[in-house]
């Protein structure tokens, strides 16, 4: 096991589902620097080894594995492996997830059915995989990754709206359910933060207001209260806190790492 002596996740063993990229990725060096080994599951396997190489080459131990979250056969097999190296999942975090956007009348229901799949689907069957696991150690925390577009709406996302919303269902249902067992879950909701994700999201929605994805970008920055964008890690450092002993007593919320863009 990976010791660091401030270390806070020290022998703990973290899984991060979208650990190629992004939130995902800076979750899994924000982990790992502070002592965890950590599990990285994803559908992009070159990122994916990518991310594992970097911690272990930086004397962190991380663990690579292929697994398309829209699949359970895929899930069962990575939590499989998980438990028969490590023994136990102190913590789970569902970060893979996909965007899509356009007009409602343009909504194709092919890409309705994947987005829901990846993004909703892959998170129930993360926290149904992980729960025996965790119910059996009497602990585990699970932080659910959803999004402001579950606290607020704006057009032409009804599809990411939905599926974020219905992230933050499963996470109040899932704390209610797994509480008696020692296990909290909440989730996670950014705003916009520098990922490839953004950019596309930025390209997208701002090519139907008549703006470059650097223009609609600027103007989502002007809009939170401390004029910028996220940066991955500042979401991790979130992420962070709730498994730590420090949130113990936190459960079935949705908080927003937004830079103050809702407030209300
Ligand atoms: N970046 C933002 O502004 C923002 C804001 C709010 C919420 N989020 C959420 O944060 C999470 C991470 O997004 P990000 O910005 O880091 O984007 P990202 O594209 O960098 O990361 C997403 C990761 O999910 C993986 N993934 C996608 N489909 C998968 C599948 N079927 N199986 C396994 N892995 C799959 C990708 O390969 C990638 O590594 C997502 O759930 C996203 O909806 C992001």
Redesign the pocket.
């Known amino acids: 096991m990976n010791k660091n002596e401030t270390g806070r996740f020290n022998d703990k063993v973290v899984v991060v ?8 990725e800076a979750t899994m060096a924000r982990f790992a620097n502070e002592g965890a080994a950590v599990v990285g ?4 396997t070159v ?1 994916n080894e990518g991310t594992a190489t970097s911690i272990n080459a930086a004397g962190g131990l991380a663990l690579a594995i292929e ?4 699949s359970e056969d895929s899930q069962v097999a990575a939590f499989a492996t998980v438990v028969e190296q490590y023994g136990r999942i102190d913590v789970l975090v569902t ?5 899509c956007g356009s007009a409602l009348v343009d909504v194709p229901m092919e890409r309705w059915h994947n987005i829901e799949a ?2 909703l689907t ?1 998170v129930l069957l993360s926290n149904k995989l992980v729960a025996p696991t965790m119910v059996e150690q009497g602990s585990g925390s699970i932080i659910n ?1 959803a ?2 577009a579950a606290k607020t709406s704006w057009p032409y996302s009804a599809e990411y709206s939905a599926t974020k919303s219905g992230v933050v269902g499963i996470t109040r249902s899932v704390a209610m359910e797994l509480g008696p067992s020692g296990i909290t879950a909440n989730a996670v909701c ?4 520098v ?4 950019r596309g999201v930025a390209e997208e929605i701002g090519a139907t207001m008549d703006m470059t994805g650097e223009e609609w970008l600027d103007m989502r920055a002007n809009d939170t209260a401390l004029k910028r964008l996220a940066e ?1 890690w500042e979401v991790a450092g979130l992420i962070a806190f709730l498994a730590s002993d420090d949130a113990r007593y936190i459960t079935g919320q949705s908080i927003e790492v937004d830079g103050g863009l809702i407030l209300s």
């Open positions: 589902t979208g650990s190629a990229t992004g939130i995902g599951m994803d559908n992009n990122e697994c398309d979250v829209r970060s893979a997830g996909i965007y990846t993004n892959g990754i999004s402001m950014p705003g916009n933060t990922t490839a994700m953004v991955p």
